[in-house]
């Protein structure tokens, strides 16, 4: 029966990775609640989803850098009554900057998008998934948490925050029936990554592994979230990654910037 269904929570849902997390759960029996900033590519989604699954796919469509976002989100489950087992916090957009170029409005789409909205989320739907049982958060981080670089300096410093908080939420959750799984990614071939320099050599990244498909990041995720694990970094390169960066000097660093800025400053991807 319908009411007896467990939701999954996913934002940035209609597109990319949110897609795969979304498609995966409904195919696992979950009701999914869609959130995207889309609303027109949700509902398709929502349609695939009852048609293919037979589980509810109902859509929030939500710009999630508004400041009430979260509780509008929170209090919409709990007015229909959906039994949250699963929060994705997938959402996400890139800035490939100097922070003295970024447009004011990026900064603060950014630090809510990352931030604020995916926190005030796990505070807002932790105590009511508890009152259900339990569940499941899984956060999105990514390895440029390690690079405090020029060009990718804002969105690795707010998945850092994101690695932060999820470490600090997991030990608090620790004895609940709530666990809590970081997931840090490096190359994924989604629409945000669509315009970075890098993916000109996308067909050889994807068969050295180097960089992985949505499809395949997302399953890997979310077998780590349901084994109720800390952390997962899918790809060796990008354990290595994380290891290597911290012992870059910060000239090298410049000189980088200076050489690859402008093809890096044309990747601006929008909210997802």
């Known amino acids: 029966m319908l009411q007896d269904v467990k939701y999954a929570v996913v934002t940035g849902a209609a597109s990319g990775m949110g897609r795969c997390y979304a498609l995966q759960l409904a195919e696992r029996g979950y009701g999914v609640v869609l959130v995207d900033i889309n609303g027109l590519a949700a509902e ?25 976002a979260a509780e509008h989100i929170a209090t919409q489950c709990r007015t229909c009554g959906w039994r949250v087992a699963i929060l994705v916090n997938n959402a996400g957009m890139l800035i490939t900057s ?13 630090m809510a998008l990352h931030c604020t909205t995916p926190l005030l989320l796990c505070r807002l739907l932790l105590p009511l ?109 990008d354990r290595l990654v994380i290891l290597l960066c911290p012992l870059l000097p910060n000239r090298l660093l410049h000189l980088l910037v200076k050489r690859f800025a402008h093809s890096f400053e044309q990747a601006q991807t929008p909210v997802s």
């Open 129 to 237: 998934m508890k009152e259900q049982g339990g569940g499941y958060i899984l956060n999105i981080s990514s390895i440029t948490a390690w690079m405090d670089w020029p060009l990718v300096g804002m969105y690795g410093c707010t998945k850092r925050f994101v690695k932060g908080y999820s470490r600090a939420l997991r030990i608090e959750c620790m004895g609940s029936p709530v666990s809590v799984t970081t997931a840090v990614f490096g190359a994924v071939d989604t629409p945000m990554s669509a315009d970075m320099p890098f993916m000109r050599h996308r067909k050889l990244l994807l068969r050295m592994g180097i960089m992985l498909s949505p499809e395949r990041a997302t399953q890997l995720a979310l077998k780590a979230m349901f084994r109720r694990r800390a952390t997962l970094i899918p790809c060796f390169t």
């Open 98 to 110: 100097t922070i003295e170029n970024a447009e004011l409005e990026q900064l603060r789409r950014i």
């Open 44 to 68: 398709e989604l929502a349609l695939q989803i009852t048609r293919q699954h037979g589980v509810p796919a109902p859509v929030i469509c939500m710009d999630l850098t508004l400041p009430d």
